[in-house]
C-alpha cells in the first residue's frame, strides 16, 4: 500500500545554502497523463491512487546533499530510488521540480548544457562496470578525458594517478575480461575520479559483487572519499551498506522518501513502522558509536582531590576505582582504593604519584564493533575522550550489550565503575577517621555487595 506524505520525516528543510546538490519538490510520473498525476498526488494521492493518470515513480522528493558527504538513497526494488539518480544528472527528465548541482539547474538546461554538466560536475558509477572490452584498464579510465578533448599525454598521466589511488597500478595495461569483478568496479570508480567532477552518482555500484569483495570495495570508497573529499550520492537497496556507508540516509518506499538522517538516527528513532521493520535486523555494533551509548562519568575526582578525597567518592559511590582528571578535566588516568588507603596512612597528599596510566580510552565516533575487545580486556568501563583527552564519559560492559539488545539501560542497575570488588565500608570509613591502613588479612579480598548506577 502507498503511503501518505503525513508519514515523511526529514532531518532538515533544504534550503539549498552551500549545497552540492539540491532536489526541489520532484515527481517521475510515467504515463500518458503526467501532469495529473502530479496534482493530484500534490494535492495528498497515494500512488495507487494516480494509476490511471500514469505509474509515479517517484513523488515529491526534496532533500540537499553536502559538500563532502556520502548521501545513501536506500529503498527496495520499485521504490524509486534508481530513477531518481537518473533525473539528478539528466538521464530523466522530472515531471516537476528542479535539480541543481554546484548552483546549475539541470532541469531547465538544455541537451547541449546537460552533457557539459555531465563532463564537468558530474559522474556516474553503474552497478555492471560499462568498461569498453577492447581497452585496457589505463585506457578505460582515461576514456573520460578523451571524450572532454584532453590531449594523450596529460589524460595518460591522469589515469596512472587515478589507478595507483585505487591500487591496480600493476594491471594497468589489462583488458576488463582478465579481471575479477571487484577489480573491474574499481576501473569504474577509477575513470569516475578521473574526471575530476565534484559530485559522483553511484547506482547499485557493489551490488553484484560477493560479499567480501563488496566491503572491501565498501572500505576502499570511504577511504578514498576521506581522502579526496568528493560529494556522493550512492543508491542501494541492502540496509547495512548504506549505514557503513552514509553520512546520510533518505529511505524510499513506493516512490517516497519517508526519513532522511544520519545512520543513527534511523536506527534509533525510524520514522514508521515500515522503517522500524527495515532496521530490525541491522548489525547495531557496526552503526552505534561510543558517543551514542556512553554514559556519564561519575567516579571521576581531580587529582587536587587528593587521596582523602579520592576515598571519599569510592566510599559513596560503592566502588573500587575512580578516574583522576587534570586541568581542564583531562583524563589522566585511575586510583585503586587499596592504593589510595597506604597513602592516607602514610600521610601522602599526592595522588598523582599513584594514578596507572594504563587504560581503555576511544575517540565519540568509534563503532561499538571496536569496543568488544577492549571491554573483555578492561578491568574498567572504556573512557571516551576527545582529541584534547578531555573525559567526555564512559561505557561500561552492562550499557554495551544494552545497546546491541535495544534494551534500555534504566531497566537494569549498572556499576558506578569497575573493578566491582571493593574494600568494606567500614575500613574505607576507619581510614578516613584516622588516617591510618585498617588490618585486613588480605588486602586484595574485598567486598563484592556492591551495586549502584553508571558513571
Same mark, same amino acid.
Given at each position: +500500500?502507498?503511503? *501518505?506524505? $503525513?508519514?515523511?520525516?526529514?532531518?532538515? $528543510?533544504?534550503?539549498?545554502?552551500?549545497?552540492?546538490?539540491?532536489?526541489?519538490?520532484?515527481?517521475?510520473?510515467?504515463?500518458?497523463?503526467?501532469?495529473?498525476?502530479?496534482?493530484?498526488?500534490? &494535492?495528498?494521492?497515494?500512488?495507487?491512487?494516480?494509476?490511471?493518470?500514469? $505509474?509515479a515513480a517517484v513523488i515529491d522528493a526534496s532533500f540537499d546533499v553536502r559538500p563532502g558527504e556520502i548521501f545513501v538513497v536506500m529503498g527496495l526494488s520499485?521504490?524509486?530510488k534508481s530513477t531518481l539518480i537518473r533525473m539528478l544528472n539528466g538521464l530523466l527528465e522530472p515531471s516537476a521540480g528542479s535539480v541543481e548541482i554546484g548552483g546549475r539547474t539541470v532541469t531547465k538546461a538544455s541537451a547541449k548544457e546537460i552533457r557539459e554538466i555531465r563532463r564537468s560536475s558530474v559522474s556516474m558509477v553503474f552497478q555492471h562496470f560499462a568498461l569498453l572490452p577492447h581497452r585496457t584498464v589505463l585506457e578505460n579510465v582515461a576514456y573520460g578525458l578523451e571524450v572532454n578533448g584532453v590531449d594523450k599525454t596529460t589524460r595518460l598521466a591522469k589515469a596512472r594517478e587515478v589507478i595507483d589511488l585505487v591500487g591496480l597500478d600493476v594491471w594497468a595495461d589489462a583488458k576488463p575480461d582478465e579481471l575479477?569483478?571487484?577489480?573491474?568496479?574499481?576501473?569504474?570508480?577509477?575513470?569516475a575520479l578521473a574526471a575530476e567532477t565534484d559530485v559522483l552518482l553511484m547506482d547499485e555500484? !557493489?551490488? *553484484?559483487?560477493?560479499?567480501? %569483495?563488496?566491503?572491501? +570495495?565498501?572500505?576502499?570508497?570511504?577511504?578514498?572519499?576521506?581522502?579526496?573529499?568528493?560529494?556522493?550520492? !550512492?543508491?542501494?537497496?541492502?540496509?547495512? =551498506? *548504506?549505514?557503513?556507508?552514509?553520512?546520510?540516509?533518505?529511505? +524510499?518506499?513506493?516512490?517516497?522518501?519517508?526519513?532522511?538522517?544520519?545512520?543513527?538516527?534511523?536506527l534509533t528513532d525510524p520514522a514508521n513502522d515500515y522503517v522500524a521493520q527495515f532496521v530490525q535486523d541491522v548489525d547495531r555494533a557496526r552503526v552505534l558509536t561510543a558517543a551514542s551509548v556512553m554514559e556519564p562519568a561519575r567516579a571521576v575526582v581531580p587529582s587536587?582531590?587528593?587521596?582523602?578525597?579520592?576515598?571519599?567518592?569510592?566510599r559513596d559511590l560503592q566502588t573500587?576505582?575512580?578516574?583522576?582528571?587534570?586541568?581542564?578535566?583531562?583524563?589522566?588516568?585511575?586510583?585503586?582504593?587499596?592504593?589510595?588507603?597506604?597513602?592516607?596512612? &602514610?600521610?601522602? @597528599?599526592?595522588?598523582?604519584?599513584?594514578?596507572? @596510566? =594504563?587504560?581503555?580510552r576511544v575517540s565519540p565516533d568509534t563503532a561499538l564493533t571496536d569496543l568488544f575487545e577492549l571491554a573483555v580486556e578492561s578491568p574498567l568501563?572504556?573512557?571516551?575522550?576527545?582529541? =584534547?583527552?578531555?573525559?567526555?564519559?564512559?561505557?561500561?560492559?552492562?550499557?554495551?550489550?544494552?545497546?546491541?539488545?535495544?534494551?534500555?539501560?534504566?531497566?537494569?542497575? %549498572?556499576?558506578?565503575? =569497575?573493578p566491582v570488588t571493593r574494600i568494606s565500608d567500614s575500613d574505607l570509613d576507619a581510614t578516613l577517621a584516622t588516617g591510618e591502613q585498617p588490618v585486613v588479612s588480605d588486602p586484595t579480598i574485598i567486598s563484592t555487595d556492591r551495586t549502584g548506577a553508571d558513571a
Open positions: +500500500m502507498s503511503i *501518505a506524505p $503525513s508519514e515523511i520525516r526529514h532531518d532538515t $528543510s533544504p534550503d539549498g545554502t552551500g549545497a552540492a546538490l539540491s532536489v526541489r519538490g520532484v515527481y517521475k510520473v510515467f504515463g500518458r497523463r503526467p501532469g495529473d498525476a502530479v496534482r493530484r498526488l500534490a &494535492a495528498g494521492a497515494t500512488r495507487d491512487e494516480v494509476r490511471e493518470q500514469g $505509474s520499485g521504490s524509486g575479477s569483478g571487484g577489480m573491474q568496479q574499481r576501473v569504474g570508480i577509477a575513470r555500484a !557493489f551490488s *553484484a559483487l560477493d560479499p567480501l %569483495i563488496r566491503r572491501e +570495495m565498501q572500505e576502499q570508497l570511504v577511504d578514498l572519499q576521506q581522502r579526496l573529499g568528493k560529494t556522493i550520492v !550512492f543508491i542501494t537497496h541492502d540496509l547495512n =551498506e *548504506a549505514m557503513f556507508l552514509g553520512d546520510r540516509i533518505a529511505v +524510499m518506499r513506493d516512490g517516497r522518501i519517508v526519513q532522511i538522517g544520519s545512520p543513527e538516527d534511523i587536587t582531590a587528593g587521596p582523602r578525597g579520592a576515598l571519599r567518592v569510592m573500587a576505582a575512580v578516574f583522576v582528571t587534570g586541568r581542564g578535566r583531562t583524563l589522566d588516568g585511575w586510583v585503586r582504593d587499596r592504593h589510595v588507603m597506604r597513602q592516607v596512612k &602514610a600521610g601522602d @597528599t599526592n595522588l598523582d604519584a599513584i594514578v596507572n @596510566t =594504563e587504560y581503555a568501563p572504556i573512557a571516551v575522550v576527545d582529541d =584534547e583527552d578531555r573525559l567526555l564519559g564512559v561505557v561500561p560492559r552492562v550499557t554495551l550489550l544494552a545497546a546491541l539488545g535495544n534494551v534500555p539501560t534504566a531497566t537494569m542497575p %549498572i556499576p558506578v565503575l =569497575e
